[in-house]
Nanobody
């Protein structure tokens, strides 16, 4: 049974940092690309970042480029999202997902729900002064 468990969210002031973790069990990380997504209340889900198998590529949505960094530790079967210079508009529930596809460059892989394979419940992030 594939499970993804996110942690690391919390309340942080604007400009602060958080490190999110996504522990994956039941499947090896190199099985597929892994994505981080977020959903704020009354808003659509949006893709935040993606990492391809073998660290062969990454993707970030424009609004987080230069502030967020995705990485993976295959030994720990964990994917991380380092979030720096956080802004109030980053407030959302963040969740990770295994994707139907191995590469973040696949068109639509981070925007279409049909590419979502397994996902966790998420961890809430609140950026507020």
């Amino acid at each position: 049974q594939v499970q993804l468990v996110e942690s690391g969210g919390g309340l942080v002031h604007p400009g602060g940092s958080l490190l999110l973790s996504c522990v994956v069990s039941g499947i090896t990380l190199d099985h597929s690309a892994i994505g981080w997504f977020r959903q704020a209340p009354r808003k659509e889900r949006e893709g935040v970042s993606c990492i391809s198998i073998g660290d062969s590529g990454t993707w970030y949505r424009d609004s987080v480029k230069g502030r967020f960094t995705i990485s993976r530790d295959n030994n720990e079967n964990t994917v991380y999202l380092q979030m720096d210079s956080l802004k109030p508009e980053d407030t959302a529930n963040y969740f990770c997902a295994t994707l139907y596809g191995q590469y973040c460059s696949i068109p639509g892989i981070m925007t279409s729900s049909r590419y979502l394979d397994h996902w966790g419940r998420g961890t809430p992030v609140t950026v507020s002064s």
